[in-house]
């Protein structure tokens, strides 16, 4: 099993920042080569894929709309994948999800994702 856990939610005002954390355990996690990735949902909307990344780092894929503006990174020395946020809209307000695919490869379809966090509310205020 994997356990994941986001910290650095968090209420905002439009045009700044916010750091993301998820933090995994887990012998499974360790056993394979896990992608990663975030995804966020809002009230009344569907889940939406935010971006992801591979076990080494070297492939990332965003959301069109969110490239430029987020950066995914990780840390397998700390079992932590970081999601780096920056000039945040009022849209960008939702629970975000970190995520973990032992499918080997990046995807941006959450039913490829086997283990799930319980999410970090993030808000940006106008």
């Known amino acids: 099993q994997v356990q994941l856990v986001e910290s650095g939610g968090g209420l905002v005002q439009a045009g700044g920042s916010l750091r993301l954390s998820c933090a995994a355990s887990?012998?499974?996690?360790?056993?394979?080569?896990?992608?990663m990735g975030w995804f966020r949902q809002a009230p009344g909307k569907e889940r939406e894929f935010v971006a992801a990344?591979?076990?080494?780092?070297?492939?990332?894929v965003y959301t069109a709309s969110m490239k430029g503006r987020f950066t995914i990174s990780r840390d397998n020395a700390k079992n932590t994948v970081l999601l780096q946020m920056n000039s945040l809209k009022p849209e960008d307000t939702a629970v975000y999800y970190c995520?973990?695919?032992?499918?080997?490869?990046?995807?941006?379809?959450?039913?490829?994702?086997?283990?799930w966090g319980q999410g970090t509310q993030v808000t940006v205020s106008s």
């Open positions: 990344i591979s076990w080494s780092g070297g492939n990332t």
């Open positions: 887990g012998r499974t996690f360790s056993s394979y080569a896990m992608a």
């Open positions: 995520a973990a695919s032992s499918r080997g490869s990046v995807y941006t379809d959450y039913r490829q994702y086997d283990y």
